[in-house]
C-alpha cells in the first residue's frame, strides 16, 4: 500500500511561484509512473506532469512547458512541481499520483489558487 501526501499549495499572485511537494510512503524508485494532475472547478482531472520508470523522461501538459519543472528526490522519496510564472488558469486542486505493482495510488490533493 502506498499513500502519497501533497503539501505547499496557497495562494499566490499571478506571475509568481509554488512548490509543490508529494511525499510517498514506499520507495520512489520502484514506481513504474509518478505525475502531478490537476482539476480545476467544472472540469476533469488533466496531466500536468509525468515521469515514467521507462526511460525516465518527463512530460508536460503544452499549457505548462517552460513554466513548471517536475523533480525527484530518490533519498527522500519525494517528488516535486516548481511552478513559475503562475497564471490565474492554472488555479485548481493538484494531485499526486503514482502507479506502482499495477495499482494507482492518489494524495488527497493541495488547492493552488492564483489571483491578484
Known amino acids: 500500500q502506498v499513500q502519497l501526501e501533497e503539501s505547499g499549495g496557497g495562494l499566490v499572485q499571478p506571475g509568481g511561484s509554488l512548490r509543490l511537494s508529494c511525499a510517498a510512503s514506499?520507495?520512489?524508485?520502484?514506481?513504474?509512473?509518478v505525475a502531478w494532475y490537476r482539476q480545476a472547478p467544472g472540469k476533469q482531472r488533466e496531466l500536468v506532469a509525468a515521469?515514467?520508470?521507462?526511460?525516465?523522461?518527463?512530460r508536460y501538459a503544452d499549457s505548462v512547458k517552460g513554466r513548471f519543472t517536475f523533480s525527484r528526490d530518490n533519498a527522500k522519496n519525494t517528488v516535486y512541481l516548481q511552478m513559475n510564472s503562475l497564471k490565474p488558469e492554472d488555479t485548481a486542486v493538484y494531485y499526486c499520483?503514482?502507479?506502482?505493482?499495477?495499482?494507482?495510488?492518489w494524495g488527497q490533493g493541495t488547492q493552488v489558487t492564483v489571483s491578484s
Open positions: 514506499g520507495s520512489i524508485r520502484s514506481f513504474n509512473a
Open positions: 499520483y503514482a502507479e506502482a505493482q499495477y495499482k494507482d495510488y
Open positions: 515521469i515514467l520508470a521507462t526511460g525516465g523522461r518527463t
